[in-house]
């Protein structure tokens, strides 16, 4: 089954202990994005990945830190984390940006106290 | 800066109605719009792409583009409780890397 998997799906944690959210793929998908969704502000755009080892920043890059060693594989690093990072993470893949959908995993509910 | 603005309802429809969602866009070389469907607490599911001028239909679901007044639309026909969701309308520009989210309508289908 084609999909877009991310680990873990909930988490609690506390201020400054960093933390990964992994992020796979098997569509075989160049490009690769993370978006946080807060409550009236939608889907913002966190980092994003055109290929292997190509990454840039979306909107909101700070505090966060992403990398690309293989294809199916985006997490996304929180190195210190803070309250203001409490927030509904997806990952999404698609095969070319323009003119083709992403599909999303099915979120991270992150928490930070 | 890139916008998308959509009205964040909530919209009320009964059961077998048409209902209506309107996004419109600031940036006038926007190539490609895309309508996805969340329920809460849900990922981003995408019901309808539509790349050109005019009407494109599938099952329930229209969505109509007009890039000279920058807008897209989706119409649901006969609408079904099961619609009940946030719609979210996002658009990709021909010079970006990304794509930019409205904020979503919410829609409630009251049987």
């Known amino acids: 089954e084609a999909q877009v998997t991310q680990n873990p799906r909930y988490l609690i944690t506390v201020t400054g202990k960093k933390l990964t959210v992994t992020c796979s793929q098997n569509m075989n998908h160049e490009y690769m994005s993370w978006y946080r969704q807060d409550p009236g502000l939608g889907l913002r755009q966190i980092y994003y990945s055109m290929n292997v080892e190509v990454t840039d920043k979306g909107d909101v890059p700070e505090g966060y830190k992403v990398s690309r060693k293989e294809k199916r594989n985006f997490p996304l690093i929180l190195e210190s984390p803070s309250p203001n990072q409490t927030s509904l993470y997806f990952c999404?893949?698609?095969?070319?940006?323009?003119?083709?959908?992403?599909?999303f995993g099915p979120g991270t509910r992150l928490t930070v106290l | 800066q890139k916008e998308v603005e959509q009205n964040s309802g909530p919209l009320s429809v009964p059961e077998g109605a048409i209902a209506s969602l309107n996004c419109t866009y600031s940036d006038r070389v926007s190539q490609s719009f895309f309508w996805y469907r969340q329920y809460s607490g849900k990922s981003p599911e995408l019901i309808m792409s539509i790349y050109s001028n005019g009407d494109k239909e599938d099952g329930r679901f229209t969505a109509q583009l007009n890039k000279a007044s920058q807008y897209v639309s989706l119409l649901i026909r006969d609408s079904q409780p099961s619609d009940s969701a946030t719609y979210l309308c996002?658009?990709?520009?021909?010079?970006?890397?990304?794509?930019?989210f409205g904020a979503g309508t919410i829609l409630r289908v009251k049987s």
């Open positions: 996002a658009i990709g520009w021909e010079y970006g890397n990304k794509l930019v």
């Open positions: 999404a893949s698609s095969q070319v940006l323009q003119g083709n959908e992403q599909f």
